[in-house]
């Protein structure tokens, strides 16, 4: 499902990367799309923050209750996730070319709604987030294995240039 969605809206969707020529234009432009991929991290922190003040437990540091557990649990392994991604995502763009850097804006709002769908899936039952999860994970490991094929690949002479 990922790819079909990465590239239908590659087709579809009526904007283009600005020009950016070098690399340190490239990673500042990886930078400012991976700020909008922390808007489901910071929500899930303010959620969980309201569901531990909300939380009619009678000692603040003692057990969690389920809802609870689940906005921490969702905020941890998003925060995970998400220094993957960005370095991952950091990697890729300087062996994209140009015309292919309208990848990282639809990667980073793949991100972000994942994230949103393991956290609605996972608040149901945790039978049902393996969707969300894989939504977040699969296009991570693609990712992982495009930059290492062209690190050792394609361009091995350039490795540690």
Sequence with gaps: LCPCLVYGAYAFLPFD???LP??????VYTLRCAA???FPIVLGMIVSGI????SSALEPFGELQREVEIHRT??????????????????LVTYLPQE????????????????????????????FRAFGFSMTFLPL????????YSMFILEPE???A
């Design 17 to 19: 990367a600005p020009l």
């Design 22 to 27: 070098t690399v340190s234009a490239r990673l």
């Design 36 to 38: 909008f991929a922390t």
């Design 51 to 54: 569901s531990r003040l909300c």
């Design 74 to 91: 969702y905020v941890s392994q998003s925060i995970q996730l998400f220094i993957l991604y960005f370095f991952n995502m950091a990697v």
């Design 100 to 127: 292919l850097l309208k990848l990282i804006p639809l990667l980073t709002g793949l991100f972000a709604i994942s994230r949103l769908i393991y956290w609605l899936s996972y608040a149901i039952g945790r039978s």
């Design 141 to 148: 490991l693609a990712m992982l294995l495009w930059n290492l």
């Design 158 to 160: 350039n490795l540690l």
